[in-house]
């Protein structure tokens, strides 16, 4: 008896697009992260990337549940007296949506070698518009919206 190891000839990546519309942040990052990882693929593998390629879109219209959009807070330190930066998620949200959804998305990732090699997979955009028409990307639907709670 022998573990099974999938091959790299084996593992033919396919190509999602996730419209972000109407979702909400959290439950948005978990299954596009499950996506990427492959724990939907029979021959999942912990340690391998196994995972497909996501395309999400329309990260602008994506939903923030509570009081995170004025509470939650992002710190940048520069190293220098006086150099902290502080932004509001509403702040992010209006400047640089698609970096708020990455980040959600990676952070739900492995924080290791893996995790960085699963992440080059995944392209945020923030409206519906992406150049990845060539690679014939499926529609995916992930998740639940707050409209159909």
Known sequence: MSTYFPRAAEL??????????????GRL???????????????YTPFLSTGEHVVVINAAKVKITGQKLAAKEFHHFSGYPGGLKTRTLRERMSKHPE?????AIEGMLPNNRLGKRLARKLRVYRD???PHAAQMPQARRVGKSLDKE
């Open 99 to 103: 970096a708020v959804v990455r980040d």
């Open 12 to 25: 033919a990546a396919k190509w999602y697009v996730v419209d972000a519309d109407g979702m909400v942040l």
């Open 29 to 43: 990052a978990s299954c596009v992260a499950r996506l990427l990882r492959g724990k939907e693929n029979p021959a």
């Open 128 to 130: 519906a518009q992406h």
